[in-house]
């Protein structure tokens, strides 16, 4: 009976640490700085990093800060920019480099991480 329960336990926490992997969710606060893209126009790709990087597009990504927060959507600022720009939040693509190399980074297409690795889609 212990030894099944043991198993049991192990069993939940990979599941749950799969699904935490697979669905990343970054937490943004007003206020925090964040690496996104600087495409012009509308940006399709949308990436939001903790780590400065490129985006899928070629462009280097500029330092950006959080002006505003609702469900699904971050509102950002950066230097140079005219008006806040509102990116996603729901993940299409998203690294998965583990605890050690977080780099938070979410995209709207499919690209490079900051430390190179391929993103990977994002299981809904």
Request: aromatic letters at 4%.
């Amino acid at each position: 009976m212990k030894k099944a329960v043991i198993i049991l336990a192990v069993l939940i926490l990979a599941l749950v640490t799969v699904s935490l992997a697979a669905n990343p969710k970054p937490a943004f606060k007003i206020g925090n700085e964040v690496y996104v893209c600087n495409c012009p126009g509308d940006c399709p790709c949308q990436t939001i990093s903790k780590q400065a990087g490129k985006c899928p597009c070629g462009t280097d990504m500029v330092k950006a800060k959080v002006t505003g927060t609702v469900k699904g959507e971050v509102t950002l600022m950066a230097a140079g920019w005219e008006k806040d720009k509102v990116f996603s939040t729901e993940a299409k693509f998203a690294c998965n480099c583990g605890p050690k190399h977080d780099c938070g980074t979410i995209s709207q297409k499919a690209g490079k991480c900051p430390r190179g690795k391929e993103m990977k889609a994002v299981k809904k």
